[in-house]
């Protein structure tokens, strides 16, 4: 089970600040939201942010980017210093090409669903991934509440892992909370992005710790055996 804080989240006048409090909250994962104004209608920070915070800290940098055109910021963000880049399948043919160059530039890839989206576009390309994304809320801004429709794309996801015999990640972002952590985990998330619940406490290191006991008291795998 990984925790990711969502930097969306942070006080953007204090980024420095808020990276290191992420950093010793317990969190092993930096969740970084890049927005263009053009695939969402929001816009947040860029590579030279990224690489910024790189030294601050020793996370693993998932960087999100809910782009059109990823293709002119891979390698950027590579150089800045992500450990994992992730891509909307909604960007159709360029879905391909764009994993490749993510490989090629030695790093994670990750693969988002926005909830409109049918996980049937996704099943293509779970060999070639680290990571599946299921977004539990419209992409574009924090805050917003979990959309539990998403929960039986969790189990697909979930399903098709063991059945293909992968072991890419199923992480979920948007609306988690300790009530929908605990729904995402027993649907078979195994990766929780949180921006607004994790940031938002004064004691951050309690919070992730909080969130980490409900998603593992309800760890699909480990209910499953319980039965
Ligand atoms: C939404 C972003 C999320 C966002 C989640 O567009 O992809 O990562 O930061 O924020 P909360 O946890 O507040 O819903
Ligand atoms: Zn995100």
Known sequence: MIIAPSLLAADFSRLAKETERASKS????????????????????????????????????????????????????????ADEIIIHVELGEAVAPLIWKIRSLGKKVGL???????????QPHLEQIDLLLVMTVNPGFGGQEFIHECLPKIQQAAAWRLEKQLNYRVEVDGGINNQTVAECARAGADTFVSGTTLFGQR???????????VADAHDAALVDLKV
């Not at 988002?112 to 996704?122: D, E, G, M, Q, R």
């Not at 004691?203 to 006991?213: I, L």
């Open 112 to 122: 988002a669903v926005n909830p409109p989206t049918s996980i049937a576009l996704a």
């Open 26 to 81: 317990g969190a092993e994962w930096l969740h970084l939201d890049i927005m263009d104004g053009h695939f969402v209608p929001n816009i947040s920070f860029g590579p030279a942010v990224v690489a910024s915070l790189r030294p601050l800290t020793k996370m693993f940098f998932d960087v999100h980017l809910m782009c059109s055109k990823p293709e002119i910021l891979l390698e950027p963000f590579a150089k800045a210093g």
């Open 203 to 213: 004691n951050m290191k309690a919070a992730v710790a909080r969130m980490r006991k």
